[in-house]
Each structure stands twice: as structure tokens, then as C-alpha cells.
């Protein structure tokens, strides 16, 4: 009982205890620092500390894939099973690692080294994407055993290519623009300015500017400010959502690491312009380093008074806590992520109500993406005006986009809205890699479709994608050339989601696995007659009856390829009648 | 003093009070809509999906269970599109669980035309027979995930929380902490979890027993001898 590692884990405990329930992530983080798994006598003592049932807490760690209720191995490496990073030799790595590595302990012991299969990175740019002890490499296809394991590679480093450099100017740099860089480059000014503005008038800026969310579902930024400032109750809540998770999507990733004092402004102006005074930000538990820039930036803020008591001199106070996930890809789902910062398993709420009335812990809230929040230091700053003369009347602004798959340049992409497909893929980023044929590519993610080569000339815009029947969704554009099994796609796709589904509702519980069974099938024995109605049926019926846009979007890629190509599940042969 | 709230479902205008759900005000004008995971003395959570209807305006269908009426809605509770997505909710639901005890998934399978073998690759979800406690047993092959039981044990009822989740998505289950029987856990064997089990995954042991063929004299033997043995070693696990 007295095993001296317990003994930390207490004294930390009593740390936590005064924040409850909402400390458990944290508290289940910390433990598995100290033991590398959480185990039961731990689990036990933060049940009592933090005053929840044990078997909540047992729900909660069950429910994140990077908390372990057993021991693990020495060293647990992420290998990345999304369709880029597979297409780049993830799986050979696999194959390797079991025939080459000494992974085995001498007697019998804990393992070395454990390779998990892994969703999407964050590292697409870099396929295939590895994570070595949360450490991220690169380039890790032509690299040796020896020196993944040890650790002995490079931190990958993001191409960066911009026709406009709103969000990314201090991007690209190799290292963070720390806040006196940050401020040199005008940083904080914008922050200024809105102090000595209402919040009225801040918010009437954010909307004459026409920001829309950048995280997928393109709801007016000023609206959702107006809504939660108007709503009675308090305390309120600003929310960074970087839980970035969506296959092919790293622009987050970048923004953090890169120019994290641009986050922080942007949340400081939403949190004066709706009246909160605490505000959090939830970065998915695969970004350790992301995470731990964030906070070096959040210690450099609080320390000249850009967080803390009565802000400059002003009537405004505010306090932000960083959080980090813990492997699922649903806590990106808004709702879910306000549960999982509860202590919670991240299941999605039923909406309505909507976060603006009842958020974070049923309190007026607005959440609001990484990329969004970058955008508003430049819109305080410059004026809504000047904001709305780059993009299109209808998409204002710049927007990050992700590149990845087989193109002659991965990275990321900062264009004005408007700018067409073809103008990116191929003046931008060179074409598709080896001068071959662009067959397919995946726009807005897993959950998103697809484009070919009629969809070249399409503008890069919410009103033009939208007509042209693609999502914009995160910024994902990942590209397949002609060599490529689009079955494989989708099989993957599918497994994804299959692997990230809460199990909240039964369309997406069960449909997901309906999915995945059917085109693991197909992949394996060939299609069938009947595949491609049950692929439809499954897929209508999650897209229509799904609690969430995890479930809502599940089938989007099968009913995008479907579409797309007419016999791309036509039986082998036909069943006898 | 509550507002009354006039909407039209399938044609026929109705007059509820401000709040009711789409579920009651059907109720209220003979009007049924069919449920799985809902239980009127438990929180309602919109998991089954069984009860979506359609309402103009909406993207998507609307859980009639927790979606409150609201002025001059539009809902239609058995159009094609809902059918179709009750019809496949069943089919694969059949294809995960052994439903074979829960009379109203049968009849709405039934009812719905719904193929039992429309999924024939699925792989169920398996779980081998909990028999942990003198009290009752645990099939979790049978269980639909209808939280019932672990609304009942926390705030819904009896405020033990014995229960709860391990895993997610399709191989989520009901679940102890780490696993361990009942019997050390929080559970005070109220039998709540029992009475709200639609599908006979929870189900008294003497039940159990009778169903496996014993006579009620054996049965008195065998649980007499299993009270027993686990008075004399109170710790021992199942």
C-alpha cells in the first residue's frame, strides 16, 4: 500500500481534488506518466479523491485508446492505418517490425516495444506517420529499426506555401514564434484594440467580416459570439477546439506548433467579446508536443498579464486551462468534447439545446476551432473590410489547406477562398507525384467525397464546393492517382470509422461495423450481388439517423464512390435467379 | 402556466403543452411510434433511433423520444425514408444480438418486414455467460446497449454504480470496475438492472436455472451450497 509511486499519485490527487470530476483526464494522464499504465489501485484513489464512482472511472479509461488498464511495453510506437500512410508503407513497417525487431522480453517479461495501428496523426505530409513514444518522426520509410527506436530521428517539418500569409506568417520557422517575436510582428495589438472597443462592437466586426468556422461545419463565427454573449446564465466559456483528428487534416497541428501566441489572441478576443472570464483549450491526446508549446505560450501570456487578474489594467479577467485528449476521434465532435473536459466518456450530447445556451458544463459557451480563432487577430487588426477583400463575397478570408497523398508537395497551404482546385494541385503543389493521372481525390477527410478530374476547375469556396457536391470540411485534400485501389480506400475509411465510433447510437454503433464487415468482404472475396444495396442501406440510414456528424458523415465516402463510379460494386457475377 | 403547442403529425393537427415530446403528443392522439431503448421511468438518451420521425425543415430524421414539439411542426412518423432506416436499424441490430427474448424487437421486426438474414457476414457480438453472484445472471450476447441498467443502478434510481461501460463504438459493454464480479463491487443486489432488461440479458438466476431444466429443489441445493461457500471465503472471485 505503500509503494512510493501511489504516494506521488496521492500528492498530486490532493491537487487536483478541489476541481472534481473535471479533473480526470488530467489525473489519468499524470498516473499513467508515473506507472506507464493505470492500474487498479491507482484508478481506486483517483475515484476517491475526485469523488466519482469507480466504475465511471473504469468507463472513462475504457473509452480512451491512450489509456491502458494494463501494462503495455518500454516503448509503444503509433504507426499511422489511414489510406496515405498505408499507401506510403505503413503496413510494410508492420510486417518488418514483427520479422526484424527484437520486440520480445528476455524472460517473459513486459514487451520492449509495441506497435499499435493508429488513426490519422496529424502527420499526413509525412506518410507514413509514426509516433514513438508520442514523439513524432519523420521520413520514418527509409529509416532503420535501430534508430526510430532510439529515437534517433528528425522532427518532422512542414512545407508551408502561401498565396496570402494571414495565419501562417510565422509559420514554417523550424521552431515557435515566441511572444516576443509574436508582439514584434504585431502580435497582441488586436487584443488591444478590442479592450478599448465593447464587446459589442467587437462581435459586430467578427460579423460584418463574414468568419465562418473553419472546423468542418461553416456556422457564422459572429452569430455563434452574439448567441452565447446574449445568453442568459454564468459563468460562460471560451473552447479551443484542437482536437484536429480528421484523416488528412494537420493545419491545426502546425498553427500550435508554430505561432501559438495567435491562438491564445483569438481566444482572449472571443472571451471578451462574450463575457468569459475561463476559457479552456482541448488539443487531441497525439499532440504532445503541441501541447506542451501551448503551454510554454499560455506561462509567457500569463507572466506580462495577458491571462490572469484585471487583464492590462481592464475590467477583464481571464483564466485558461490546456487539456489533452486521449486517442478518440469523436471528442472533436463539439458536445463530446464538453464531456470529455467534464471527466466524462466523450459521448455526443442531443441537440438542442446548442452549446451557445448549454456548453461546457450546461453554461453559455462558444467553441470555436484553431484555424477560426487565428483568423480574428487579423479582422480586429486590419477591420472587417480589409478581411472580406481577400476570398470570395461568399467565403471571405484565407484558408489553410491540407495536402497530402500522392502529390509532387505535401503540406500545408494558406490560399484565398476562390483560388480552383487546379490552380492548387497543380500550379501550388506540382501535380499529382510522378506525373501520373489523378484518379480520385478525397476532399474534407473520412467523413468527406470525392472529386476527379471534372472537378479541376471547381473554386475553392463554401458556395462552389457546395454546388459541386464536396465538403470543405477541415481543408483535407487528399489525392489518388491512377495506381490506387479506391476498394482499399474505402476500406480504410471505413475501419476508421468502425474503430472511432462512441457507440452512443445504434445507426453508427452498428452501422459502422456493417460498413467495415461488408468491404473487409469485398476486399478479400470480391463483391457480391446485394454488397451495394447493403452498403447504401447502412449508409442512408447512419447519414439519417445518427446522433452525431461522426455518424452522419460515416457513409458519405461509400455513397460518394458509389456515385462516382457506377460499377465500382458491381457483382463479380451475378446471382442466379 | 405553460403554453399550449399546436403542431400536425401525419395530417392530424394536435394541442399539447409546451415541452411534451413528439413521442407523448403522438401518444396523446393514438398515434404510435415504436421505442426500444426508451422507459418511461428512465432518462431518455435517443440511442435506438427506432422512434425517428420526419420534420419538415429537418436535415435530418428527429428521435421522437427526447425531440420537444415545437409551434406549427410538421411530422410524419411513417414515411418511406423512416421505414427504411427503422427496417435497418432492426436488421442490423438482429445481426449483433440474440433477440430472441425480446418480444417487441420481434414484433417490430415483424411488423417492419425486416430480413433477419440481411447481414449474413456480421460477426455478433460474443460474450460468454456471467454467473458471478447468487442473485442473477449476465448474457451480455443479449444485451442491446440500451443503458437501461446503467441509468437504474446511478441517477435514475438506486445511486450505486456498480455498472458502467468498458470499450466504445460496436464492441462497447456493460461493465464493472476492471472487470471484477459483482459480488466486490458497489452492487446491493436491488434488482432494478433486472426489472428494465428488455432482452433476458439480465435475468435472475433461479429463472436462469429453470430454463437450464432444474427443479426448484436442486436449485435450492446449489445456490444454498454457493451462499455457503462464498460466506467462508468472502474475497474469492467468481
Known sequence: MDDPKLMDLQTKLDEFAPTGRSALLPALHHTQKLFGYIPQAAASRIAASLHIPLANVHGVIDFYTLFYRQPVAETVIHVCNDPVCAFAGSDSLFKNFYREVPHQAASGGLETIALERSPCLGLCEHAPALLVQGMATAGAAGQSWQDIITGNFGRPHTQITREVDILTSNCGKGAPTWLAAYEASGGYQAFRKALGMSPAEVISQVKASGLVGRGGAAFPTGVKWEGAANAPGSPKYVVCNADEAEPGTFKDRVMMESDPHRILEGMLIAAYAIGANKGYMYIRGEYIHQFEVMAQARQEAMTVGYIGERVLGSDFSFDLELRLGAGAYVCGEETALFESIEGKRGLPRIKPPFPITHGLFGKPTVINNVETLANVPYILSNGAEAYRKIGTERSPGPKLFCLSGDVEKPGLYEVPFGVTFRHVLYDLAGGVRGGRKMQATLFGGAAGAFATEKDLDVRLSFEDLKAAGLPLGSGVIMVFDDSRDLKQILLRLARFFAEESCGKCFPCQIGTQRQLEILQNIASYGTSAGDREQLEDVARTMTDASICGLGQTAGSAVMSAIQQWQDLFKPARERKE | ?238
Open chain 2, 1 to 238: 402556466m405553460t403554453d399550449d403547442i399546436t403542431l400536425t403529425i401525419d395530417e392530424r393537427p394536435v394541442t399539447v403543452p409546451e415541452g411534451t415530446t413528439i413521442l407523448q403528443a403522438a401518444k396523446s392522439v393514438g398515434i404510435n411510434i415504436p421505442t426500444i431503448c426508451y422507459h418511461e421511468f428512465c432518462t431518455s438518451n435517443g440511442l435506438c433511433r427506432i422512434c425517428v420521425v420526419e420534420v419538415e425543415g429537418s436535415r435530418t430524421l428527429v428521435p421522437a423520444c427526447v425531440a420537444k414539439v415545437s409551434q406549427d411542426m410538421v411530422v410524419r412518423t411513417r414515411t418511406p425514408r423512416v421505414v427504411n432506416a427503422r427496417r435497418t436499424i432492426l436488421e442490423m441490430l438482429n445481426a449483433s444480438v440474440d433477440l430472441s427474448e425480446d418480444e417487441n424487437i420481434q414484433d417490430l421486426m415483424h411488423e417492419y418486414a425486416a430480413d433477419e438474414a440481411r447481414f449474413p457476414l456480421a460477426e455478433p457480438r460474443q460474450h460468454a455467460i456471467l454467473d458471478d453472484n447468487p442473485m442473477y445472471i449476465r448474457d451480455y450476447a443479449k444485451c442491446i446497449l440500451c443503458w437501461r441498467c446503467v441509468q437504474v443502478c446511478a441517477d435514475d434510481a438506486q445511486y450505486t454504480y456498480a455498472i458502467n461501460f468498458s470499450g466504445r463504438g460496436y464492441h462497447t459493454s456493460i461493465s464493472t470496475y476492471y472487470d471484477l464480479p459483482l459480488t466486490e463491487t458497489t452492487c446491493v443486489f436491488c434488482g432494478q438492472c433486472v426489472g428494465v432488461c428488455p432482452t433476458g440479458a439480465l435475468k435472475p438466476k433461479r429463472e436462469w436455472l429453470m430454463e437450464l431444466g432444474y427443479t426448484p429443489d436442486q436449485i435450492m441445493q446449489m445456490t444454498r451450497t454457493e451462499r455457503k461457500s462464498r460466506m467462508r471465503r468472502p474475497q474469492a472471485s467468481a
